[in-house]
C-alpha cells in the first residue's frame, strides 16, 4: 500500500542524501520526493510517497527517526492530511484537439501556462488520482512531455501539532 | 571564552571529552594538528602502521574501556584506509570518533590532491558524521560527536576537518550542556510493558534469555545475572554477549546460531518464552526465520527501535536501555509480595530437565585423536585454562573466532573483542594493541588464523613501538579454513582459493619486527608455548600448526533451520 511520510528535518547540507542513501542502503522505494524550506528556515520539509506492508512502513518510519538529522516523521496516509501535487504537460494541440484540450483542462481546473504553434502546456493541480485521470484522459490526444512533483501534504484545520 | 587556533580547541575538546589515547597516522591535511599534539603532554599518542589499524585500535580500546575510541586520519587515502574499521564498529556499535583531514574549504570539490569525499563515503557506515563547514562550528561539532558517539546505540561518528579550520583562529567557549532537537534517544523503558512481559515471564514453563552485544555495551551484566538467578532463566549468548553472563554459570547453554551449542540452538526452538536482551536476531544467530524460536512468545528490550520487529515478530517491545529495562524487570519482581521466588524456580523444573537431555546428549566438543597432533580446540582450551579464563581474548575472522567463541569460557563483559557484524579478518591484532593500552595490566590475546594475522601484521611494530606485550596464537592450518570448511561441505571439496600456500615463518617474522616467536608442532608443545608467551614481557607470536582440516562444530547450514545442526 502506499504511505506519504512527511518529514521534518534539519536544514543542513547533506541531510537529503542521508535520506536517499537509507532508501536505496536498505532496498525501500521511493515513488516521489519533494523538499523545501518550512517557516523555519533551520528546517526542512520532506514529503515522500512510498509503498509496503505494515511492518515495512514501520521499519522506514524508525529508520528515518534514527537519522539524527530528522526531527520528527509524519505519517500523512492517516486521513487528517490533505495531499496535493501538481504535474505540467505538454499536449499536442492542432487545429482539431486544441477545443478538447482545452475543454479537458477546464474540467480538471487546469490551466494553460505556455502556447505554442502545435502545443499547449497545461497545468493541473490535485490529488495524485486526480493527475492520474487527467493524464489518462489526455493520453490518447497526444502528451508530449510530463513533469510531475510529486506529493505534499498538509495536516487540516485543528489536527495539526 | 579564549582565542585558540583550531588544533588547540581541538585538542581542548579532547581533553574536556576525557579523552587520553588517540590512535592516527599522520599526512598534511593534519600536519597542524600533529604539530599541536606535540605540545600536549595529557595526549599520548599511538602511531599506527596502516590507518584501518587506528581505527580497529580505539575500537578495541572502546570495547574493553566503554569510553570513547579516537582515531585521527588524514584526508584522501588515509580516511579511505579507515573505512573498514568504522564499518566494523558501526557494525558492532562501537563508540569511535574518527577525525579525519580535509583539503581546505575552498578546495573542497575541485578533486583537490588527497581530496575525498569522506562524509559521502562513510555516511552509511557512520551512526552520524559531520563535515566542519566553518570554524565557528567546530567546537560544538566535536562536542555532538562525542555525544552521539556514546549515547544511545552508540556508534562511530566521523567529523571531517578542512585544513584552514584546523589552521584557522577561533573562540573557544566552554562547554555547555548538549541539546539536540532531533537527537534524543530513549533509555528509559516503559513501565506498562514491564509489567506486561514480567507477567509473561510468570506464566512461561519454558523460558530462555537471548543476550547479545547490547547488554555488554549498556554495562547490564550484573541486572542480568539478578535477573536469570532469581528466576532460574537458562541463558543463551550471541557472539557480540559472551561475557555477558558467566559462560561457566550453570544457567549458561553458551552461543546460540550457526555454531552456536546444541543445547542452546534446541532450547530456544522449543521454549515457550524468548526474552531477548540488547540482540538483533541477525541471521547467523536465527537461521531460517520461520523455524526460529517457533512456539516463543517474545519480549526484546532494545535501545534501538529498528533493532524491534525487523526480522522476527516481537509481542513485547520494549525500547530502553539494556540496563534500564533489566533493572525496572528486577524490581517489578522484587516488588510481588505474594510471589515466592522458590515456587517461581520450581516451576522449570522440568524445562531444566529437557535441557540436560540436550546437553547430555551433545555437549559442546571435539574428537580427541589421541596422538601428537593439535587439535585448534585443545589451544584455545590450555588458553582459557592457563589464564584463568579471564585474559582479554580478541580474534580475527574465521575458524579460529568460532573456536575461540566456543571453547573460552568467558566469564565477564569487555573480555571478547570480535569483529561480529562485519566479520572483518584483521580486526585482532590492533584490536589487541588498543586493549592492552588501555588496559596494561591485562593478558591481551588475539586467537588469529594464520590467513587473517597478514591483513594487518604490520602492527606488530606498533605493538614493539609502544611496548604493548600483547600475545598472538596463530591457529595455523596453512588455510583461510572457514571457507575451506564451507567448500568441504557444500561445493564437493572443491578448494579454490582457499590453500595458503606460500606463507612467511612466523616465528622469523616476528624476531624481524623485534617480536618473540614461538612454535609448536605437537600436542605436548602446547602448554610450554603458552606458559613461555605470558611469562615472557614483550609481543609475542605464537605459532601452532594445527591439524589442517578440522571444521568448526554443531553447525548450521546457511538458510536451514537450527535444529538442523552438523554435529561433531
Ligand atoms: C577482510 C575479509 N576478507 C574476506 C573474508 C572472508 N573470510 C571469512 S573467514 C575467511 C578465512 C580466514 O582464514 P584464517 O584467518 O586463516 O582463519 P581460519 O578460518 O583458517 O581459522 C575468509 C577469507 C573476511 N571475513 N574478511
Ligand atoms: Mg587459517
Same mark, same amino acid.
Given at each position: 500500500?502506499?504511505?506519504?511520510?512527511?518529514?521534518?528535518?534539519?536544514?543542513?547540507?547533506?541531510?537529503?542524501?542521508?535520506?536517499?542513501?537509507?532508501?536505496?542502503?536498505?532496498?525501500?522505494?521511493?515513488?516521489?520526493?519533494?523538499?523545501?524550506?518550512?517557516?523555519?528556515?533551520?528546517?526542512?520539509?520532506?514529503?515522500?510517497?512510498?509503498?509496503?506492508?505494515?511492518?515495512?512502513?514501520?521499519?522506514?518510519?524508525?529508520?528515518?527517526?534514527?537519522?539524527?538529522?530528522?526531527?520528527?516523521?509524519?505519517?500523512?496516509?492517516?486521513?487528517?492530511?490533505?495531499?496535493?501535487?501538481?504535474?505540467?504537460?505538454?499536449?499536442?494541440?492542432?487545429?482539431?484537439?486544441?477545443?478538447?484540450?482545452?475543454?479537458?483542462?477546464?474540467?480538471?481546473?487546469?490551466?494553460?501556462?505556455?502556447?505554442?504553434?502545435?502545443?499547449?502546456?497545461?497545468?493541473?493541480?490535485?490529488?495524485?488520482?486526480?493527475?492520474?485521470?487527467?493524464?489518462?484522459?489526455?493520453?490518447?490526444?497526444?502528451?508530449?512531455?510530463?513533469?510531475?512533483?510529486?506529493?505534499?501534504?498538509?495536516?487540516?484545520?485543528?489536527?495539526?501539532? | 571564552?579564549?582565542?585558540?587556533?583550531?588544533?588547540?580547541?581541538?585538542?581542548?575538546?579532547?581533553?574536556?571529552?576525557?579523552?587520553?589515547?588517540?590512535?592516527?597516522?599522520?599526512?598534511?591535511?593534519?600536519?597542524?594538528?600533529?604539530?599541536?599534539?606535540?605540545?600536549?603532554?595529557?595526549?599520548?599518542?599511538?602511531?599506527?602502521?596502516?590507518?584501518?589499524?587506528?581505527?580497529?585500535?580505539?575500537?578495541?580500546?572502546?570495547?574493553?574501556?566503554?569510553?570513547?575510541?579516537?582515531?585521527?586520519?588524514?584526508?584522501?587515502?588515509?580516511?579511505?584506509?579507515?573505512?573498514?574499521?568504522?564499518?566494523?564498529?558501526?557494525?558492532?556499535?562501537?563508540?569511535?570518533?574518527?577525525?579525519?583531514?580535509?583539503?581546505?574549504?575552498?578546495?573542497?570539490?575541485?578533486?583537490?590532491?588527497?581530496?575525498?569525499?569522506?562524509?559521502?563515503?562513510?555516511?552509511?557506515?557512520?551512526?552520524?558524521?559531520?563535515?566542519?563547514?566553518?570554524?565557528?562550528?567546530?567546537?560544538?561539532?566535536?562536542?555532538?560527536?562525542?555525544?552521539?558517539?556514546?549515547?544511545?546505540?552508540?556508534?562511530?561518528?566521523?567529523?571531517?576537518?578542512?585544513?584552514?579550520?584546523?589552521?584557522?583562529?577561533?573562540?573557544?567557549?566552554?562547554?555547555?550542556?548538549?541539546?539536540?532537537?532531533?537527537?534524543?534517544?530513549?533509555?528509559?523503558?516503559?513501565?506498562?510493558?514491564?509489567?506486561?512481559?514480567?507477567?509473561?515471564?510468570?506464566?512461561?514453563?519454558?523460558?530462555?534469555?537471548?543476550?547479545?552485544?547490547?547488554?555488554?555495551?549498556?554495562?547490564?551484566?550484573?541486572?542480568?545475572?539478578?535477573?536469570?538467578?532469581?528466576?532460574?532463566?537458562?541463558?543463551?549468548?550471541?557472539?557480540?554477549?559472551?561475557?555477558?553472563?558467566?559462560?561457566?554459570?550453570?544457567?549458561?547453554?553458551?552461543?546460540?546460531?550457526?555454531?552456536?551449542?546444541?543445547?542452546?540452538?534446541?532450547?530456544?526452538?522449543?521454549?515457550?518464552?524468548?526474552?531477548?536482551?540488547?540482540?538483533?536476531?541477525?541471521?547467523?544467530?536465527?537461521?531460517?526465520?520461520?523455524?526460529?524460536?517457533?512456539?516463543?512468545?517474545?519480549?526484546?528490550?532494545?535501545?534501538?527501535?529498528?533493532?524491534?520487529?525487523?526480522?522476527?515478530?516481537?509481542?513485547?517491545?520494549?525500547?530502553? !536501555?539494556?540496563?534500564? %529495562?533489566?533493572? +525496572?524487570?528486577? #524490581?517489578?519482581?522484587?516488588? &510481588?509480595?505474594?510471589?515466592?521466588? =522458590? *515456587?517461581?524456580?520450581?516451576?522449570?523444573?522440568?524445562?531444566?530437565?529437557?535441557?540436560?537431555?540436550?546437553?547430555?546428549?551433545?555437549?559442546?566438543?571435539?574428537?580427541?585423536?589421541?596422538?601428537?597432533?593439535?587439535?585448534?580446540?585443545?589451544?584455545?582450551?590450555?588458553? !582459557?585454562?592457563?589464564? %584463568?579464563?579471564? +585474559?582479554?581474548? #580478541?580474534?580475527?575472522?574465521? &575458524?579460529?573466532?568460532?573456536?575461540? =567463541? *566456543?571453547?573460552?569460557?568467558?566469564?565477564?563483559?569487555?573480555?571478547?573483542?570480535?569483529?561480529?557484524?562485519?566479520?572483518?579478518?584483521?580486526?585482532?591484532?590492533?584490536?589487541?594493541?588498543?586493549?592492552?593500552?588501555?588496559?596494561?595490566?591485562?593478558?591481551?590475546?588475539?586467537?588469529?588464523?594464520? %590467513?587473517?594475522?597478514?591483513?594487518?601484521?604490520?602492527?606488530?611494530?606498533?605493538?614493539?613501538?609502544?611496548?604493548?606485550?600483547?600475545?598472538?596464537?596463530?591457529?595455523?592450518?596453512?588455510?583461510?579454513?572457514?571457507?575451506?570448511?564451507?567448500?568441504?561441505?557444500?561445493?564437493?571439496?572443491?578448494?579454490?582459493?582457499?590453500?595458503?600456500?606460500?606463507?612467511?615463518?612466523?616465528?622469523?617474522?616476528?624476531?624481524?619486527? %623485534?617480536?618473540?616467536?614461538?612454535?609448536?608442532?605437537?600436542?605436548?608443545?602446547?602448554?610450554?608455548?603458552?606458559?613461555?608467551?605470558?611469562?615472557?614481557?614483550?609481543?609475542?607470536?605464537?605459532?601452532?600448526?594445527?591439524?589442517?582440516?578440522?571444521?568448526?562444530?554443531?553447525?548450521?547450514?546457511?538458510?536451514?533451520?537450527?535444529?538442523?545442526?552438523?554435529?561433531?
Amino acid at each position: 500500500m502506499k504511505h506519504t511520510l512527511s518529514v521534518l528535518l534539519q536544514n543542513k547540507p547533506g541531510v537529503l542524501s542521508r535520506v536517499t542513501g537509507l532508501f536505496s542502503g536498505r532496498g525501500f522505494n521511493i515513488e516521489s520526493l519533494c523538499v523545501a524550506e518550512t517557516i523555519d528556515p533551520t528546517v526542512s520539509r520532506l514529503t515522500l510517497v512510498t509503498s509496503g506492508d505494515e511492518s515495512i512502513i514501520e521499519q522506514i518510519t524508525k529508520q528515518l527517526h534514527k537519522l539524527i538529522d530528522v526531527i520528527k516523521v509524519m505519517d500523512t496516509s492517516e486521513g487528517v492530511y490533505v495531499e496535493r501535487e501538481m504535474v505540467l504537460i505538454r499536449m499536442k494541440a492542432d487545429a482539431q484537439t486544441r477545443a478538447e484540450v482545452l475543454r479537458i483542462i477546464d474540467i480538471f481546473r487546469g490551466k494553460v501556462v505556455d502556447v505554442g504553434q502545435k502545443s499547449y502546456a497545461v497545468e493541473v493541480t490535485g490529488s495524485a488520482s486526480k493527475i492520474q485521470a487527467v493524464i489518462d484522459i489526455l493520453r490518447p490526444i497526444g502528451i508530449k512531455e510530463i513533469v510531475r512533483t510529486g506529493t505534499v501534504a498538509i495536516s487540516r484545520a485543528g489536527m495539526s501539532k | 571564552m579564549s582565542q585558540l587556533t583550531g588544533a588547540q580547541a581541538i585538542v581542548s575538546c579532547l581533553l574536556e571529552e576525557g579523552v587520553t589515547t588517540i590512535f592516527g597516522y599522520p599526512g598534511g591535511a593534519v600536519i597542524d594538528l600533529y604539530d599541536e599534539l606535540m605540545n600536549s603532554e595529557k595526549l599520548e599518542h599511538i602511531l599506527v602502521r596502516h590507518e584501518q589499524a587506528a581505527v580497529h585500535a580505539a575500537d578495541g580500546y572502546a570495547r574493553v574501556t566503554g569510553k570513547v575510541g579516537v582515531a585521527l586520519l588524514t584526508s584522501g587515502p588515509g580516511a579511505t584506509n579507515g573505512v573498514t574499521g568504522i564499518a566494523t564498529a558501526y557494525m558492532d556499535s562501537i563508540p569511535v570518533v574518527i577525525l579525519t583531514g580535509q583539503v581546505p574549504t575552498p578546495l573542497i570539490g575541485n578533486d583537490a590532491f588527497q581530496e575525498v569525499d569522506i562524509v559521502g563515503i562513510t555516511r552509511p557506515c557512520t551512526k552520524h558524521n559531520y563535515l566542519v563547514g566553518s570554524k565557528d562550528e567546530l567546537v560544538q561539532t566535536l562536542r555532538e560527536a562525542f555525544h552521539v558517539a556514546r549515547t544511545g546505540r552508540p556508534g562511530p561518528v566521523l567529523v571531517d576537518l578542512p585544513k584552514n579550520i584546523i589552521n584557522g583562529l577561533i573562540t573557544y567557549e566552554p562547554p555547555q550542556p548538549i541539546k539536540m532537537d532531533s537527537y534524543q534517544p530513549n533509555t528509559e523503558p516503559h513501565p506498562g510493558q514491564i509489567g506486561k512481559a514480567c507477567r509473561m515471564i510468570m506464566e512461561a514453563r519454558k523460558p530462555v534469555l537471548y543476550v547479545g552485544g547490547g547488554v555488554i555495551l549498556a554495562n547490564g551484566h550484573e541486572e542480568l545475572a539478578e535477573l536469570a538467578t532469581k528466576l532460574d532463566i537458562p541463558v543463551t549468548m550471541t557472539l557480540m554477549g559472551l561475557g555477558a553472563f558467566p559462560g561457566n554459570h550453570p544457567l549458561s547453554m553458551g552461543m546460540l546460531g550457526m555454531h552456536g551449542t546444541y543445547t542452546a540452538n534446541m532450547a530456544v526452538a522449543k521454549c515457550d518464552l524468548l526474552i531477548s536482551v540488547g540482540a538483533r536476531f541477525d541471521d547467523r544467530v536465527t537461521g531460517n526465520l520461520e523455524s526460529f524460536a517457533p512456539h516463543a512468545k517474545i519480549i526484546h528490550i532494545d535501545i534501538d527501535p529498528t533493532s524491534i520487529s525487523k526480522n522476527v515478530h516481537v509481542d513485547v517491545p520494549i525500547v530502553a !536501555d539494556c540496563k534500564r %529495562g533489566l533493572e +525496572a524487570m528486577n #524490581t517489578w519482581f522484587n516488588n &510481588q509480595q505474594d510471589i515466592s521466588v =522458590a *515456587q517461581e524456580k520450581g516451576k522449570h523444573q522440568q524445562w531444566f530437565d529437557k535441557i540436560k537431555t540436550w546437553s547430555d546428549a551433545h555437549p559442546l566438543g571435539y574428537i580427541d585423536d589421541n596422538d601428537s597432533s593439535i587439535k585448534p580446540q585443545y589451544v584455545v582450551e590450555m588458553l !582459557d585454562k592457563l589464564t %584463568g579464563g579471564d +585474559a582479554i581474548i #580478541t580474534t580475527e575472522v574465521g &575458524q579460529h573466532q568460532m573456536w575461540a =567463541a *566456543q571453547f573460552y569460557k568467558f566469564k565477564l563483559p569487555r573480555h571478547f573483542l570480535t569483529s561480529g557484524g562485519l566479520g572483518t579478518m584483521g580486526y585482532g591484532l590492533p584490536a589487541a594493541i588498543g586493549a592492552k593500552i588501555a588496559m596494561p595490566e591485562k593478558t591481551v590475546i588475539d586467537v588469529a588464523g594464520d %590467513g587473517s594475522i597478514q591483513m594487518n601484521i604490520q602492527e606488530l611494530a606498533t605493538a614493539r613501538q609502544y611496548n604493548t606485550a600483547v600475545k598472538i596464537a596463530i591457529l595455523n592450518n596453512k588455510y583461510l579454513g572457514m571457507v575451506r570448511q564451507w567448500q568441504e561441505l557444500f561445493y564437493d571439496k572443491r578448494y579454490a582459493s582457499t590453500g595458503m600456500d606460500v606463507a612467511p615463518d612466523f616465528v622469523e617474522l616476528a624476531k624481524a619486527y %623485534g617480536a618473540v616467536g614461538l612454535r609448536a608442532k605437537t600436542k605436548d608443545e602446547v602448554v610450554p608455548v603458552i606458559k613461555e608467551a605470558l611469562a615472557t614481557d614483550n609481543t609475542v607470536v605464537m605459532d601452532f600448526n594445527i591439524i589442517r582440516e578440522e571444521g568448526v562444530f554443531p553447525m548450521v547450514p546457511a538458510g536451514k533451520a537450527n535444529t538442523e545442526m552438523l554435529l561433531v
